[in-house]
């Protein structure tokens, strides 16, 4: 199976393929608030135009998305923070790499192309660090244990709006090879 990725540092023009594969890995959500694909365009119009954005699609060999990560720089102070409450100042003390989405369409799930998409996202960035949010309930756990098995680990708890889980704050270095 061959997956082409492609980096993209703006939102202009993979709008439509992004928000097309958000809602194939997202469909059995779609009917919550917080997952409505309404809502996630949104918020990608808002994180599209933060400092150090940045995305990654995965597209299958007839050219469908098929996977993508992207997020932006969060410096101290920031909103992605003030939600957490109290974290450790030498994680929000210089630049940190949000990861705001990653998701991969039901049929790529266990190929290692998340991790893949994920590596590509970190690469070339100059954040010490990444930090991400996860529903602790999602596949019943699994998620966040992959993650873990990914190098992060986690620092706290975020509820980013009234319609969204709480979720699970995790950070890793970037430049962790695990």
Request: with cysteine; hydrophobic share 40%; proline share 6%.
């Amino acid at each position: 199976m061959t997956i082409r990725l492609r980096h993209c540092m703006s939102a202009h023009g993979i709008t439509t393929p992004l928000i097309a594969a958000y809602a194939k890995v997202r469909e059995p959500l779609l009917h919550l608030p917080n997952y409505a694909v309404s809502a996630f365009a949104e918020r990608l119009e808002r994180h599209g135009g933060e400092p150090g954005f940045e995305v990654v699609l995965a597209f299958d060999a007839e050219g469908r998305t098929v996977g993508y990560a992207y997020g932006n720089t969060v410096e101290s102070g920031d909103r992605w923070w003030r939600r957490m409450g109290d974290v450790d100042p030498a994680f929000t003390g210089g630049p940190t790499l949000a990861l705001k989405e990653i998701g991969v369409t039901v049929p790529h799930r266990g190929t290692g192309l998340a991790r893949r998409i994920h590596d590509a996202l970190l690469a070339g960035r100059s954040e010490a660090y990444v930090s991400l949010m996860v529903n602790a309930s999602a596949g019943d756990g699994k998620v966040q244990r992959v993650y873990e098995t990914w190098g992060y680990e986690a620092i706290g708890t975020s509820r980013p709006s009234p319609e969204s889980p709480v979720l699970t704050a995790m950070i890793r270095p970037i430049g962790t090879g695990t």
